[in-house]
C-alpha cells in the first residue's frame, strides 16, 4: 500500500449539476446513515481539499487517518482503507490502480432502496424535502422530470427503475414517460460520444 494516492476530481457534468455538495445538510441528514460517519467526514475532507486544489492533490494516508480519528493498523483492512473502499461501494469515488483516486465533488440523491434503510422519520423528512421541487407547473415540472431522469439513467437504473423512482417521487406518470423517453436518448447520445464505433469512421 503506497504512503499517499492522488486524488483527482470526478468529471460528472450531470451529477456536478445536480448533486449535493458533501458537506450540504442534505448529505448529513440522508447519506450519513447510508454510508456512515467515517466515510462521509472522508469525503467532506476531500471536498475541503478540492476546493484548494481544483486540478487534483496528493494525500497522505496516515497524516489523513490520523486527522480523521481513524487508524491504519492492519493497512488495507483498516478504519480508515474500509472508508476510501465504502465511498467507491457507494459510486462516490473511483479507485485506479493503487495509487490514484478519483472523487465526486457532489453527491447524488439518495435512491429509494437506499431511503428504505433509513428510519421513518427520516423518510418522511426526504419526501418533504423533495416535494416543493417536483410540484412545480407546465415546462418547470418537465424540465425538473427530464433533468432526474436523466441522473437516475447516469446511476446506472435501467428504465424501468428510474419510472419506478419517479413515480415515488409523484412525477405524473405521462410527465415521467415523456421525460424518460428525453433522457434515455441523450443518455445513448452521451455513451456514443465517449465511445465512438471505430468502424464508423
Same mark, same amino acid.
Given at each position: 500500500?503506497? !504512503?499517499?494516492?492522488?486524488? *483527482?476530481? $470526478?468529471? #460528472? ?9 458533501? /458537506? ?7 447519506? &450519513? ?16 481539499? &478540492? ?6 492533490? #496528493?494525500?497522505? *494516508? ?19 482503507? /474500509? ?5 467507491c461501494q ?7 490502480? #493503487? #495509487? ?7 453527491? !447524488? ?7 428504505? /434503510? ?15 421541487? *417536483?410540484?412545480?407547473?407546465?415546462d418547470d ?10 441522473? *437516475? ?15 415515488? $417521487?409523484?412525477? @405524473? !406518470? ?11 436518448? /441523450?443518455?445513448? @447520445? ?12
Amino acid at each position: 500500500m503506497p !504512503p499517499q494516492v492522488r486524488v *483527482l476530481p $470526478w468529471l #460528472d457534468p450531470v451529477i456536478d449539476h445536480l448533486g449535493h455538495d458533501p /458537506r450540504s445538510r442534505y448529505v448529513e441528514h440522508y447519506w &450519513l446513515g447510508v454510508l456512515g460517519p467515517s466515510t462521509t467526514w472522508l469525503l467532506r475532507r476531500l471536498a475541503d481539499r &478540492l476546493d484548494l486544489e481544483p486540478d487534483g492533490f #496528493d494525500l497522505h *494516508l496516515v497524516d489523513t487517518a490520523t486527522s480523521l480519528g481513524l487508524g491504519m493498523k492492519n493497512g488495507r483492512h483498516s478504519p480508515f482503507m /474500509r472508508a476510501i473502499d465504502r465511498s467507491c461501494q457507494f459510486g462516490m469515488a473511483r479507485q485506479h490502480g #493503487d #495509487d490514484e483516486l478519483s472523487v465526486r465533488r457532489r453527491m !447524488p440523491h439518495v435512491t429509494q432502496g437506499q431511503l428504505k /434503510r433509513l428510519p421513518g422519520p427520516v423518510q418522511r423528512a426526504q419526501a418533504d424535502w423533495q416535494q416543493p421541487q *417536483l410540484h412545480s407547473a407546465g415546462d418547470d415540472a418537465q424540465h425538473k422530470a427530464r433533468r432526474l431522469a436523466l441522473t *437516475l439513467l447516469e446511476l446506472g437504473e435501467d428504465v424501468g427503475a428510474a419510472e419506478r423512482q419517479l413515480s415515488t $417521487w409523484r412525477i @405524473e !406518470p405521462a410527465v415521467a414517460h415523456q421525460a424518460l423517453e428525453w433522457a434515455h436518448s /441523450r443518455h445513448a @447520445e452521451a455513451l456514443a460520444a465517449a465511445h465512438p464505433d471505430p468502424e464508423a469512421a
